[in-house]
């Protein structure tokens, strides 16, 4: 009898001491995000976190810009506002290597596998051995096209096209009359616009922005051909008004069937292919970013990954929602919820060997090529000082590109040459780079 | 004769100005139009105008997907707090300067001026490391007090420009009738500075409540007004212009609600003096 008590009392005593700690660790985390498909759906399904932990989650959802100038201010000041923050490949080398944020090589959940994540994608995250950020959805970019157009064209697209071929291409598809356009690409301006497009189009034409001593290299004959060779490109067969084009713009083009080819995000594969917003859901094709036979495609590579600042007070919380929002077990959530084409893409190798998903998915194949065609360590033919497919990571990079970015937007809407852009972007870039001390 | 051609002209105004006002008016509508169509009807090409399915799917996801509620509350609480509390200080500044002006009155008016010229970005730093310390980041006390700052040379500019054009006489033969300072503004100075003070104040709500750059940096959660509500619905990667103008729709509505009830003040507060 007494032993019986013995063990209901205790029994007792622990479910309580158990209950009590599970009320004094629920707290509620903080989580700064962009407004990104993907990251919306994270937000619906978050519940299915607050209830298995007892953790309530605070959402700040952002415009990438504005999340970027709020999140920026918030780790440099040491704020503390936010617990976790989605952040992109751009970021992550530099607030890592400033010990901004922290590691993830330790204190993830158990199944929280790193050694599944794509080598390119993880890479691009890591400073020194150490993870500053776990993905939570990685892409590249490739060509989408229209199967039908090409063939109305005559031609046959390439599983791995060469520039010149996409320049005929868009040539031969272009139908100004029925408003076809044989080719939409970045024009906007802005560091993550048009220079992404731009940046990664001049690895293949074996440019790059810096040499070995941070020399910009505005100034050379690869950046003349690549910014001539786009200009005369998008002027052939672009769509009018392509210097204020961005991602959307393009987007909304392709959806409504006025691009022939459309060379942008992976990500887009999923919404040009979706024919509840998509008028040509059924007639895309997809294949590599073009080369100019040098051995590197122009094609980027970009992670939106969640991170935790340092100056964040629940750390342990966070990760573990880190864990639970970029684990193989979110992924099968997302996929019981929506369909294996909407789960997020392009971070685990486990997912492209998931046969469900390379059913649901057409662009799975060529998402995964393009991922891992790309090299952060080595982007251009020629040697450089820097890490970053279409952008250099450096701090500087975001203020100097933009404005280099609106110089090529200039003269893609006729304002001025390639000469005078390409000269305006080497002046301004020598003049930054001195004053940052370079 | 005479009087055809002045019904002709008075007709020839009227489409004028009301195209210019439909002109302007257009963007506010089309976003209003676009918030009841799908995604998909939104970037239709050529767009549909008033012929499609119009649904109010876009204000529930937006109203499910973040607290309104609280956005509009930390909106009005900001944009009149700052406002009321910049009159407060205001009032008697303006008055000091504009019938008691000094040596250096203009001075300090220009200076006042001048801090506007300052990019706001410049004090960035300062101030969320000052907020830090206090421990206000996020609470809707801060953002009374910035933007009432922000705000307060604009306030005293009107206010003083206003208070300048009511004759000194009139005071005078107030403090002759034996009026002390505190009747003097209370009962001969308020009434005839009245519609200056009312566009002053609705003016400084406006501009409060579309202050997007301090609002959106010193908040998180709790003081979040309707500019980071919107801020949280544009999207870099993904279409969703009929969520997003559904979004504006509801953080655009208070205000112009209130502005079209308040016409009459604040065009007669804005004109008040320009004609001699």
Same mark, same amino acid.
């Given at each position: 009898?007494?032993?019986?008590?013995?063990?209901?009392?205790?029994?007792?005593?622990?479910?309580? /001491?158990?209950?009590?700690?599970?009320?004094?660790?629920?707290?509620?985390?903080?989580?700064?995000?962009?407004?990104?498909?993907?990251?919306?759906?994270? +937000?619906?399904?978050?519940?299915?976190?607050?209830?298995?932990?007892?953790?309530?989650?605070?959402?700040?959802?952002?415009?990438?810009? @504005?999340?970027?100038?709020?999140?920026?201010?918030?780790?440099?000041?040491?704020?503390?506002?936010?617990?976790?923050?989605?952040?992109? $490949?751009?970021?992550?080398?530099?607030?890592?290597?400033?010990?901004?944020? @922290?590691?993830?090589?330790?204190?993830?959940?158990?199944?929280?596998?790193?050694?599944?994540?794509?080598?390119?994608?993880?890479?691009?995250?890591?400073?020194?051995?150490?993870?500053?950020?776990?993905?939570?959805?990685?892409?590249? =970019?490739?060509?989408?096209?229209?199967?039908?157009?090409?063939?109305?064209?005559?031609? !046959?697209?390439?599983?791995?096209? $060469?520039?010149?071929?996409?320049?005929? /291409?868009?040539?031969?598809?272009?139908?100004?009359?029925?408003?076809?356009?044989?080719?939409?690409?970045?024009?906007?301006?802005?560091?993550?616009?048009?220079?992404?497009?731009?940046?990664?189009?001049?690895? %293949?034409?074996?440019?790059?922005?810096?040499?070995?001593?941070?020399?910009?290299?505005?100034? =050379?004959?690869?950046?003349?051909?690549?910014?001539?060779?786009?200009?005369?490109?998008?002027?052939?067969?672009?769509?009018?008004?392509?210097?204020?084009?961005?991602?959307? !713009?393009?987007?909304?083009?392709?959806?409504?069937?006025?691009?022939?080819?459309?060379?942008?995000?992976?990500?887009?594969? =999923?919404?040009? $292919?979706?024919?509840?917003? %998509? $008028?040509?859901?059924?007639?895309?094709?997809?294949?590599?970013?073009?080369?100019?036979?040098?051995?590197?495609?122009?094609?980027?590579?970009?992670?939106?990954?969640?991170?935790?600042?340092?100056?964040?007070?629940?750390?342990?919380?966070?990760?573990?929602?880190?864990?639970?929002?970029?684990?193989?077990?979110?992924?099968?959530? @997302?996929?019981?919820?929506?369909?294996?084409?909407?789960?997020?893409?392009?971070?685990?190798?486990?997912?492209?060997?998931? +046969?469900?998903?390379?059913?649901?998915?057409?662009?799975?194949?060529?998402?995964?090529?393009?991922?891992?065609?790309?090299?952060?360590?080595?982007?251009?033919?020629?040697?450089?000082?820097?890490?970053?497919?279409?952008?250099?990571?450096?701090?500087?990079?975001?203020?100097?590109?933009? +404005?280099?970015?609106?110089?090529? %937007?200039?003269?893609?809407?006729?304002?001025?040459?390639?000469?005078?852009?390409?000269?305006?972007?080497?002046?301004?870039?020598?003049?930054?780079?001195?004053?940052?001390?370079? | 004769?005479?009087?055809?051609?002045?019904?002709?002209?008075?007709?020839?105004?009227?489409?004028?100005?009301?195209?210019?006002?439909?002109?302007?008016?257009?963007?506010?509508?089309?976003? #209003?139009?676009?918030? #009841?169509?799908?995604?998909?009807?939104?970037?239709?090409?050529?767009?549909?105008?008033?012929?499609?399915?119009?649904?109010?799917?876009?204000?529930?996801?937006?109203?499910?997907?973040?607290?309104?509620?609280?956005?509009?509350?930390?909106?009005?609480?900001?944009?009149?707090?700052?406002?009321?509390?910049?009159?407060?200080?205001a009032v008697?500044?303006a008055?000091?300067?504009?019938?008691?002006?000094?040596?250096?009155?203009?001075?300090?008016?220009?200076?006042?001026?001048?801090?506007?010229?300052?990019?706001?970005?410049?004090?960035?730093?300062?101030?969320?490391?000052?907020?830090?310390?206090?421990?206000?980041?996020?609470?809707?006390?801060?953002?009374?007090?910035?933007?009432?700052?922000?705000?307060?040379?604009?306030i005293v500019w009107m206010l003083y420009t206003y208070f300048?054009?009511?004759?000194?006489?009139?005071?005078?033969?107030?403090?002759?009738?034996?009026?002390?300072?505190?009747?003097?503004?209370?009962?001969?100075?308020?009434?005839?500075a009245?519609?200056g003070i009312?566009?002053t104040?609705?003016?400084?709500?406006?501009?409060?409540?579309?202050?997007?750059?301090?609002?959106?940096?010193?908040?998180?959660?709790?003081?979040?007004?309707?500019?980071?509500?919107?801020?949280?619905?544009?999207?870099?990667?993904?279409?969703?212009?009929?969520?997003?103008?559904?979004?504006?729709?509801?953080?655009?509505?208070?205000?112009?609600?209130?502005?079209? #009830?308040?016409?009459?003040?604040?065009?007669?507060?804005?004109?008040?003096?320009?004609?001699?």
């Amino acid at each position: 009898m007494n032993m019986k008590r013995n063990l209901l009392g205790s029994t007792l005593g622990f479910g309580l /001491a158990a209950g009590l700690a599970s009320i004094a660790m629920a707290d509620e985390i903080t989580i700064a995000t962009v407004n990104n498909g993907d990251m919306v759906r994270m +937000q619906s399904l978050s519940p299915k976190w607050e209830e298995a932990t007892g953790n309530t989650i605070n959402w700040v959802v952002l415009e990438e810009n @504005v999340l970027r100038q709020n999140v920026t201010t918030d780790i440099s000041t040491g704020g503390g506002q936010y617990d976790v923050m989605t952040i992109g $490949t751009y970021e992550a080398p530099i607030w890592g290597g400033n010990d901004w944020l @922290v590691s993830l090589n330790e204190g993830m959940a158990d199944d929280w596998n790193i050694d599944d994540l794509l080598p390119a994608i993880r890479g691009g995250l890591t400073v020194d051995g150490t993870l500053y950020a776990a993905p939570f959805y990685g892409e590249s =970019s490739m060509v989408m096209y229209r199967k039908d157009l090409m063939e109305k064209a005559g031609m !046959e697209m390439p599983d791995a096209p $060469t520039w010149d071929f996409i320049r005929k /291409a868009a040539k031969a598809m272009t139908d100004r009359d029925a408003e076809i356009n044989g080719i939409c690409a970045r024009g906007k301006a802005g560091w993550g616009e048009n220079m992404a497009f731009l940046t990664a189009m001049s690895n %293949s034409f074996g440019a790059r922005w810096f040499d070995m001593d941070w020399k910009a290299q505005f100034d =050379s004959s690869e950046w003349k051909d690549t910014l001539t060779f786009y200009l005369d490109m998008m002027n052939e067969s672009g769509p009018a008004g392509a210097a204020n084009n961005g991602f959307n !713009e393009n987007l909304t083009l392709f959806q409504q069937g006025k691009c022939g080819m459309w060379i942008d995000a992976t990500v887009a594969a =999923s919404f040009v $292919t979706n024919p509840k917003d %998509s $008028t040509v859901a059924d007639k895309v094709g997809f294949a590599l970013a073009p080369d100019n036979g040098l051995g590197k495609r122009g094609n980027w590579l970009w992670a939106w990954s969640l991170a935790i600042p340092a100056s964040s007070e629940k750390q342990d919380i966070a990760k573990d929602f880190v864990s639970w929002a970029t684990s193989q077990s979110y992924t099968a959530l @997302v996929a019981e919820n929506e369909g294996w084409a909407n789960v997020p893409p392009g971070t685990r190798s486990s997912l492209y060997a998931n +046969q469900d998903y390379l059913d649901a998915a057409p662009f799975a194949k060529m998402t995964l090529e393009s991922i891992n065609a790309a090299d952060p360590q080595k982007p251009s033919v020629q040697d450089v000082p820097y890490t970053g497919v279409q952008f250099v990571a450096i701090p500087e990079f975001a203020g100097i590109a933009t +404005q280099v970015g609106q110089q090529f %937007s200039d003269a893609l809407a006729g304002n001025q040459t390639a000469e005078e852009a390409l000269a305006s972007a080497q002046a301004l870039t020598t003049e930054e780079m001195e004053a940052a001390g370079y | 004769m005479a009087r055809a051609i002045t019904t002709q002209k008075k007709i020839m105004w009227t489409v004028l100005s009301w195209g210019i006002g439909l002109l302007i008016f257009f963007p506010i509508m089309w976003t #209003f139009l676009t918030s #009841f169509k799908t995604e998909a009807a939104a970037i239709s090409d050529p767009p549909v105008w008033f012929f499609f399915d119009w649904t109010l799917e876009n204000y529930s996801a937006v109203l499910e997907r973040s607290n309104y509620p609280l956005a509009l509350m930390n909106s009005i609480v900001i944009a009149l707090g700052s406002t009321l509390l910049g009159i407060i200080i205001a009032v008697p500044a303006a008055w000091a300067m504009a019938f008691v002006p000094g040596k250096r009155t203009k001075d300090v008016l220009l200076w006042m001026l001048s801090t506007k010229m300052l990019p706001a970005v410049g004090v960035l730093y300062p101030l969320v490391l000052i907020a830090k310390y206090f421990g206000v980041m996020d609470s809707r006390i801060l953002l009374v007090v910035i933007l009432m700052l922000i705000n307060l040379p604009i306030i005293v500019w009107m206010l003083y420009t206003y208070f300048r054009e009511i004759p000194g006489e009139i005071l005078e033969a107030a403090r002759m009738d034996g009026a002390n300072l505190k009747n003097e503004i209370i009962y001969v100075l308020t009434p005839m500075a009245l519609p200056g003070i009312a566009s002053t104040i609705l003016l400084n709500i406006i501009l409060a409540w579309n202050e997007a750059f301090w609002t959106i940096i010193l908040t998180t959660v709790n003081a979040a007004p309707l500019t980071k509500f919107i801020a949280s619905f544009s999207a870099p990667e993904g279409l969703f212009y009929a969520k997003l103008s559904a979004a504006s729709i509801m953080a655009i509505a208070p205000i112009l609600i209130m502005g079209w #009830f308040s016409q009459k003040q604040l065009v007669r507060g804005l004109t008040f003096g320009a004609v001699k």
